[in-house]
T-cell receptor, first 114, second 117 residues
Framework: EAGVTQFPSHSVIEKGQTVTLRCDPISGHDNLYWYRRVMGKEIKFLLHFVKESKQDESGMPNNRFLAERTGGTYSTLKVQPAELEDSGVYFC????????????FGPGTRLLVL | AQKITQTQPGMFVQEKEAVTLDCTYDTSDPSYGLFWYKQPSSGEMIFLIYQGSYDQQNATEGRYSLNFQKARKSANLVISASQLGDSAMYFCAMREGNSGGYQKVTFGIGTKLQVIP
């Protein structure tokens, strides 16, 4: 069974540009989560999808971040326009049960904004 | 206040020895869960072990055990018989409920473990 995949693995962009990160959860997992780790800090929750619906987006930093999950399969996280402080590692995770007891993580996308 | 506190930025352990990674948490939710994840240098996050707040016994998974002390709000990870492959970042995490019944996970800052041959 394929795990959670994320694309791209690395992205280097200039301030003001747009970047779109993609996450493909484990097949059949209704719950999809986005997290971010800024250098030297803890991993922070961004948002949670249940199928195509946003269940909790309380962790989204600001309106420059837009997450979608059309059709309840893969998800995208777009940052527009990117700022320097957006640099970090963006993780996606998925789980089968709503309690999120076991979330399976993807390898992360390393974003560097110059 | 931080919900998850990992006070050890880095730890060293001799191969084959046991090591304890500390984690304390803060929550007023009576129902919660505690996790440990391992992040090797390759970057992926690997689930290690889970402890529910109502679980009577400490969780164990192979060489990993979780020393759950509810009154002290601590959930330390014990790795027995350390191996070189255990060198990695280790994250403690907690899930709590929200109004919708779904739960999100909060992570600690991590502890970098280095196993010495």
């Amino acid at each position: 069974e394929a795990g959670v995949t994320q694309f791209p693995s690395h992205s280097v962009i200039e301030k003001g540009q747009t970047v779109t990160l993609r996450c493909d959860p484990i097949s059949g997992h209704d719950n999809l989560y986005w997290y971010r780790r800024v250098m030297g800090k803890e991993i922070k929750f961004l948002l949670h999808f249940v199928k195509e619906s946003k269940q909790d987006e309380s962790g989204m930093p600001n309106n420059r971040f837009l997450a979608e999950r059309t059709g309840g399969t893969y998800s995208t996280l777009k940052v527009q326009p990117a700022e320097l402080e957006d640099s970090g590692v963006y993780f996606c995770a998925s789980s089968q049960d709503r309690r999120g007891e076991t979330q399976y993580f993807g390898p992360g996308t390393r974003l560097l904004v110059l | 206040a931080q919900k998850i506190t990992q006070t050890q930025p880095g730890m060293f352990v001799q191969e084959k020895e046991a090591v304890t990674l500390d984690c304390t948490y803060d929550t007023s939710d009576p129902s919660y869960g505690l996790f440990w994840y391992k992040q090797p240098s390759s970057g992926e996050m690997i689930f290690l072990i889970y402890q529910g707040s109502y679980d009577q016994q400490n969780a164990t998974e192979g060489r990993y055990s979780l020393n759950f002390q509810k009154a002290r709000k601590s959930a330390n990870l014990v790795i027995s018989a350390s191996q070189l492959g255990d060198s990695a970042m280790y994250f403690c995490a907690m899930r709590e409920g929200n109004s919708g019944g779904y739960q999100k996970v909060t992570f600690g800052i991590g502890t970098k473990l280095q196993v010495i041959p």
